[in-house]
Nanobody
């Protein structure tokens, strides 16, 4: 069974930075991509950033230039570096690891940005 564990959330003032980490373990399958999603209260879950096994990245427009995603496919890990944080970035952030036949979600990590 694959386990996906996120870490690094917390409380930060606007303009500050946080670094989220994701580790997927428990499978020898081929990791296709890893994505960071977020869900704010009363809102739908949205893709914040994703990276494919080939290194192609994608970002939500509102985080471009502020967030950077990176991954180590061999270790099935991903990092989301978040800079210049804004109150509207407040949400629970989830990591999603996509393998050939199935994707797996972590339990989420809370990010709170105070104004």
């Amino acid at each position: 069974q694959v386990q996906v564990v996120e870490s690094g959330g917390g409380l930060v003032q606007a303009g500050g930075s946080l670094r989220l980490s994701c580790v997927a373990s428990g499978t020898t399958g081929s990791l296709k991509s890893i994505g960071w999603y977020r869900q704010a209260p009363g809102k739908q879950r949205e893709l914040v950033a994703g990276v494919s096994s080939g290194g192609t990245t994608t970002y939500l427009d509102s985080v471009k230039g502020r967030f950077t995603i990176s991954s180590d496919n061999a270790k099935s890990t991903a990092v989301l570096q978040m800079n210049s944080l804004k109150p509207e970035d407040t949400a629970v952030y989830y990591c999603n690891a996509v393998y050939t036949f199935k994707s797996y979600w972590g339990q989420g990590t809370q990010v709170i940005v105070s104004s």
